[in-house]
């Protein structure tokens, strides 16, 4: 009889511990988009560099929040983004920089409840 009992009982003992007073956390990934025929480089905070080959897309940074996605202004992970190309002897040429930060340069998407991301497509135009 106590094993059918608490048989019973489990299913309503769990769902009360699976209850939480934690805040959502809100998880925005930022994205470069490399459209263009060419590869770019990302330099990273660090001086890092990151290829972003051509029709491809990097992931550069996330931020999160507990009120609301983050805009690309508002992130702490970067403040401005250079992109460039390397030549033969593999010298840096700067090919395309927003500095500052510009949000409606940016796609959002909205990926679920709590996680989006906004990404900066560049193509061959933003390139010239």
């Keep these: 009889m ?29 994205l470069i988009q490399n459209n263009s025929d060419q590869d770019i480089i990302y330099l990273t905070f660090e001086d890092n560099e990151v290829l972003i080959k051509s029709q ?7 931020s999160s929040n507990t009120v609301s996605f983050v805009k690309p202004t508002e992130n702490i992970a970067f403040d401005e983004v250079q992109l460039y190309s390397k030549n033969g002897s593999g010298s840096l040429t700067l090919i395309y920089e927003q500095n500052p930060i510009v949000d ?5 998407s909205k990926l679920s409840t709590y996680e989006a991301n906004f990404k900066l497509i560049i193509n061959n135009q933003l390139l010239d």
């Design 2 to 30: 106590k094993k059918f009992l608490l048989l019973l009982l489990a299913p309503l003992l769990m769902s009360t511990q699976c209850e939480s007073d934690d805040e959502p956390i809100f998880n925005t990934e930022f």
């Design 56 to 62: 491809s897309h990097q992931f550069i940074a996330v």
């Design 104 to 108: 409606s340069l940016w796609t959002f």
